[in-house]
């Protein structure tokens, strides 16, 4: 356990034992909808993840206390020194609609902000992604521009918002 939150708790993603969930869950359409990845076998899964960590992402498992149940991941990218890019993914669809998301985010948000001392937490999501984007909402982020930008996987053209949270306005929110 890396750390945790009322009902959940980020760990160290454990590549050999976590790839093939998470492969799981990129063959599922519903959780890949809104998302740029595309569906991987295990073994290809691992190769993506260990090449992510090799770049320098930190990838963090999302587990539920409750029945110590693996349901997502939370990755985090310095894009450049303080300024870091986000993604969570939560796979289990059983999970979906119960706070998971939300506590998910304000949890990494915390991680950036008093430990990797962020100066500004960035993220894309698409706009008809409207559960994640009230959550990000929620959790103090601010909308700074919309784009159109194409997914790969889809062969398609998707209306996205780039946000953004600032430390100053992260220091507001816990005032």
Not at 5 to 30: C, M, R
Not at 119 to 138: F, G, Q, R, S
């Amino acid at each position: 356990m890396i750390f945790e939150g009322e009902n959940i708790y980020f760990s160290t993603l454990d590549i050999e034992k976590e790839a093939d969930i998470y492969s799981k869950w990129s063959q599922d359409p519903d959780v890949i909808e809104n998302l740029e990845i595309f569906p991987r076998k295990p073994a290809d899964k691992k190769r993506t993840l260990k090449l992510k960590l090799e770049e320098g992402y930190e990838i963090f498992s999302i587990n539920v206390k409750d029945g110590d149940v693996l349901i997502g991941n939370f990755e985090i990218e310095e894009k450049i020194p303080g300024v870091f890019n986000i993604g969570l993914v939560i796979g289990e669809k059983d999970y979906w609609g119960k706070g998971y998301g939300t506590e998910a985010t304000k949890l990494g948000i915390k991680y950036l902000f008093e430990v990797k001392k962020a100066k500004k937490i960035t993220l894309d999501v698409k706009v008809l992604h409207t559960p994640a984007v009230h959550i990000y909402e929620k959790c103090g982020f601010k909308i700074m521009r919309n784009f159109r930008k194409y997914v790969e996987r889809i062969d398609q053209y998707r209306d996205s918002y780039f946000m953004e949270l600032s430390a100053e306005d992260y220091l507001k929110c816990q005032m």
